[in-house]
């Protein structure tokens, strides 16, 4: 922020003495168009005669406000400002030295010429042509409907007849480039300030006095320029493209080698200037530069376009050329030029060369826009002269045509190219608030839904009424998950990942999380469920596969806190696997110790269903738990969401009228005998009127040998026909037990 108030003046200084009691202070006596103040200063630069912002007592200034105080004993009634002081800098050389006919006592916001208004305009990538203070005022008038006054620049005639030809050994990336000498150029003639104070608003450092007009005009006019030295310029010009191997010493401190795709400005034995982008420092405007060649050219953006990036550096230069620059403006921008540096700096100018290839220039081509195409689009129909109108504001040369216009767009607007950018044009001028804002009346049919398939949404809300939260995570990953939890050596790569650590396609859910519970954990919340539904990726063959699939994670407490569970109990396997079976309704679903990169080898099992494998559930494994800094094992499940969405049609079954017998059963096989293929063989070859076999307990324990462990058993045993007896209750009941005894070795208890 400025300083405010008119508290800050034009100052001189009448003497300057040491401080009795400071080596870096003085003591300075300062007229400021009443009675001589006295001012402690501690500026480097402070001498007798000089002119100087002075902040007199009362005055605020950006930092601070200024009040009568003693410095070291002296008395002090003000401050003697720099430019960083008043908020007109960033860089505090010393004091802001004024013009030595400063009038004392004068407002100095009066004497710079600060009592004006910045605009801070940010125009979208595409409109190049409102770089520049022209094309703002293009623009000002369209839209407010007032007259755009052009400056008129004219033609600077010839003073003498040396000149530098010049050659397009490029022309489809440079078809324009005009060249001028000026001979006699004093080029330490100073920069008048007005151009200086414009150009620091502009966010622009002054230079030297030529390289400031060069910005001045690029910034008033839109065209880049460059200024050479001449005398360091060996023969004429040549715009061609790099040639292997070749390096140029920039402006900036840096040393180059050049692409060959890189466009150069050259003589006839070195590179000279990277064109568009930056000036070579071997033919830089120097103290002892007398006579410079101006340039002013048009560069296909396409050229231009990404070299910053290669370079790690841009310009404000090639900032402009890469959305492309008003071809048709560049010999005015040369007068512009040459009129300013004549004024400044003396000297004299000689012929404008002017090498062009017309036929590689941007052809403006013509785009038709029909009024009932605007009218379908913008939901607002527009008559014939009212869209002529917006044209015409706009420096559009238009036609009518049946039902619309032909638009030609002038050489300034490089984004104009089809229909839809014209009807924006029309939106943009007309006002967008001027649109209605009616919702659009559509005639609506939902699709049908297939009833052997729910909806994702039924999958969330399952995961969601067992405590868990959705996620949403990047499909691109880390590498290093596709290796640790997939064992996946040649993921998917991508070609220009957006950072390192999300270079490869993901195959699997697991990774993100294990990222998302981490991420949580580490910001105190001891207790994370969450779920994701999304897509993996990995390749059959040459074929690329994106299956959608649900994942899901727990870790820390297996509930809520709650005053009657104490101590609280850390989720499990088998929490989740309740989870998991509720999630696919228990139809089918079988589950199988398996191995798994992911999981840890001792609590891990594959999920199938009819057979095949659907998914996977386990604990992390202690390798990855260690590694990605987790308090604790999480517990976590993925499964193809195809398999988690299809269901079966219900069927209607009779019910019996006769009741049910349960039978319990206690057998002892052997510890690796698992429970799925006991109740798998049972359930092929049980009688019919065992409805229900199931397991109930599991002992290991006194009474039982090693090796071995006991397993209860429940039966539900019903007839649809018949009340049934105790021998065929019995019956029923002994076929179970030979099924026991003949595949598993089985002994009652």
Known sequence: MLFRSDRVVVGEVLSVTKHPNADRLNVCQVNTGAEPLTIVCGAPNVRAGMRVPTALVGAKLPAMQIKAAKVRSVESSGMLCSAKELGISDAADGLLALAADAPIGADVRQVLDLNDIIFDSKPTPNRGDCLSLRGLAREVAALSGATLNAVSVPAIPAEHNAQLAIALKSPKACPLYCGRLLRGVNVKAPAPDWMVRRLARSGVRSISAVVDVTNYVMLELGQP?????????DGNIQVRFAVPGEKLALLNGETRELNPDFLVIADEKKALALAGIMGGAQSAVGDDTR??????????????????????????SSYRFERGVDFSGAREAMARATQ??????????????????????????????????????????????????????LAFTHASTDG???????????DIAIEEDLIEEIARIHGYNRIPSAAPVVATRGLPQAERRRSPA??????????????????????????????????IALANPIASQMSVMRSSLIGGLVSTAAYNLHHKQSRVRVFEIGRCFATQGQVYQQPWRVGALACGDASQDQWGIRPPRPVDFYDVKADVEALLQTRGLTFEAAMHPALHPGKSARLLLSGNTIGWLGELHPRWQQKYDLPSPPVLFEVELD???????????????????????????????????????????????????SVFDIYRGQGIENGKKSLAFRMLVQDTHKTLTDAEVDSAVSEIIKILQNQFNAKLR
């Open 225 to 233: 320029m460059h200024a050479f030295d001449a005398a360091k310029i």
């Open 291 to 316: 006579d410079i060649l101006l340039e002013a050219a048009f560069f296909d953006p396409d050229v231009i376009a990404g070299k910053s990036r290669v370079l790690g550096f841009g310009s404000d």
């Open 340 to 393: 300013l540096v004549l004024d400044i700096c003396g000297g004299s100018a000689g012929p404008l060369v002017v090498a062009e290839s017309a036929a590689h220039l941007p052809q403006r081509k013509p785009v038709d826009v029909r009024l009932a195409r605007v009218a379908r689009v913008l939901g607002v129909a527009f008559d014939a002269a009212t869209v002529a109108d917006i044209f015409t504001c």
């Open 404 to 414: 619309g216009f032909r638009v030609t767009p002038p050489a300034h607007r490089f």
């Open 458 to 491: 039924s999958v969330r809300r399952t995961l969601a009424a067992r405590e868990y939260q959705e996620v949403v995570t990047y499909s691109f990953v880390d590498q290093a998950w596709e290796a640790d939890f997939c064992a996946n050596a040649v993921p």
């Open 643 to 693: 398999a988690v969405v299809a269901q079966s049609l219900p069927a209607f079954h009779g019910l019996s009228k006769f009741p049910p017998v349960l039978r319990d059963l206690a057998v002892v096989v052997d510890e690796k005998t698992p429970y799925q293929a006991i109740l798998d063989a049972v359930n092929a070859q049980k009688p019919a009127s065992i409805l229900e076999f």
